[in-house]
């Protein structure tokens, strides 16, 4: 059973960071690319980064490039978005999901080409 868990949300100021984490289980971890998504209340869940299979390759939203790292740590299944200069529009619910095809190489922004979802972390950053 595929199981995907992200920690490190909490309640920030303007201009603080955070990093999330997301600890996967269940699957081969190094051979799927790895999705950030959030949900901002009243808003559609949106794109905001991911990490390709091989870790050679990282997108992310106009909304968080500059500001937003994503990485990965084979070695320990777990995925981290580094989030620097927060911003109170990042305040969202922070979901991680796993790519549904290994090895894939191409685009991640897509939300239905990922299918395994952790069950989110809440990032409320105040101004």
């Known amino acids: 059973q595929v199981q995907l868990v992200e920690s490190g949300g909490g309640l920030v100021q303007a201009g603080d960071s955070l990093r999330l984490s997301c600890a996967a289980s269940g699957l081969a971890f190094p051979t799927y690319a790895i999705g950030w998504f959030r949900q901002s209340p009243g808003k559609e869940r949106e794109f905001g980064a991911a990490v390709s299979w091989d870790a050679r390759s990282t997108y992310y939203a106009d909304s968080v490039k500059g500001r937003f790292t994503i990485s990965r740590d084979n070695a320990k299944n777990t995925v981290y978005l580094q989030m620097n200069s927060l911003k109170p529009d990042d305040t969202a619910v922070y979901y991680c999901?796993?790519?549904?095809?290994?090895?894939?190489?191409?685009?991640?922004?897509?939300?239905?080409?990922?299918?395994?979802w952790g069950q989110g972390t809440q990032v409320t950053v105040s101004s």
């Open positions: 999901a796993a790519h549904v095809r290994p090895f894939y190489s191409g685009t991640y922004y897509r939300q239905a080409d990922f299918g395994s």
